[in-house]
């Protein structure tokens, strides 16, 4: 695992000496508190407007309610949780509106990268298409859900990645954090159709055409919102998606 980096509440070393091993207890704690938290989240354990009781939430990871405190207070700068006066923290939800407004700029945002990676498309990159591609092939060819899953997961990764714009790739990566509900609800029906899009916008990028692999990966997050939408609709109808 990766060492956490300094925060404001660990004690800073006075001198360039590294870090010694034996750090307080605390700051890492609250660490792996947010983390634990994160999690049951972004995988959705935790639906959009769960009310987050610190209580309950400490008992459950069997630590005391101060790092939880604080975890939910740095999950709250990530977007990730809503703290209301009075009512405490929730899981956050979005507003129709700031749905809207995510998710167009996740499109262009996808497309933007999608030009970059296909901009700057090396064999190496390639080799990486082709193993993916063959993978994802294989997975859909089985009707494999889950294992499709992971990779149609990987493939927003790889996008980022190819791009080699690392301020655009942190961009995304907090837009598809704060628009992840989305996927996970729609996802399973979904699931096919989404991997043969990024099997096309993959194609775009080995060739080296900015122009389709930008206006595919646009296209392809308008259909994401589009398919959510139609969840919706449908589970306040009372049905299960076709
Ligand atoms: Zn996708």
């Known amino acids: 695992m990766r060492q956490p980096l300094p925060t404001s509440s660990s004690p800073g070393t006075s001198s360039g000496e590294p870090r010694p091993l034996q750090q307080p207890p605390h700051p890492a704690l609250r660490d792996v508190v947010t983390g634990e938290i994160r999690r049951s989240i972004l995988s959705g354990a935790l639906a959009p407007g769960t009310r987050l009781v610190e209580e309950r939430l400490a008992e459950e990871l069997g630590v005391s309610r101060n790092p939880v405190r604080e975890a939910l207070r740095s999950?709250?700068?990530?977007?990730?949780?809503?703290?209301?006066?009075?009512?405490?923290?929730?899981?956050?939800?979005?507003?129709?509106?700031?749905?809207?407004?995510?998710?167009?700029?996740?499109?262009?945002?996808?497309?933007?990268?999608?030009?970059?990676?296909?901009?700057?498309?090396?064999?190496?990159?390639?080799?990486?298409?082709?193993?993916?591609?063959?993978?994802?092939?294989?997975?859909?060819?089985?009707?494999?859900?889950?294992?499709?899953?992971?990779?149609?997961?990987?493939?927003?990764?790889?996008?980022?990645?190819?791009?080699?714009?690392?301020?655009?790739?942190?961009?995304?990566?907090?837009?598809?954090?704060?628009?992840?509900?989305m996927y996970l609800s729609s996802?399973?029906?979904?699931?096919?159709?989404?991997?043969?899009?990024?099997?096309?916008?993959?194609?775009?990028?080995?060739?080296?055409?900015?122009?389709?692999?930008?206006?595919?990966?646009?296209r392809h997050v308008g259909r994401a919102v589009k398919a959510f939408a139609e969840t919706v609709r449908h589970r306040i109808d009372g049905a299960e998606p076709a």
């Open 187 to 218: 996802v399973s029906w979904r699931q096919i159709d989404a991997w043969r899009e990024h099997a096309a916008i993959l194609r775009a990028i080995a060739d080296g055409d900015e122009e389709l692999a930008a206006i595919l990966a646009n």
């Open 75 to 181: 999950l709250e700068t990530e977007g990730l949780v809503a703290v209301l006066p009075r009512r405490g923290a929730f899981v956050a939800s979005l507003s129709e509106e700031e749905f809207r407004e995510l998710s167009e700029l996740r499109a262009e945002l996808e497309g933007l990268s999608a030009r970059f990676a296909a901009r700057r498309v090396t064999p190496e990159i390639r080799a990486r298409i082709e193993a993916l591609l063959e993978r994802g092939d294989a997975a859909a060819g089985a009707d494999d859900r889950e294992g499709l899953n992971t990779i149609n997961d990987e493939f927003h990764g790889f996008l980022a990645d190819a791009g080699c714009n690392r301020f655009l790739a942190d961009f995304m990566r907090s837009l598809r954090d704060r628009t992840h509900w």
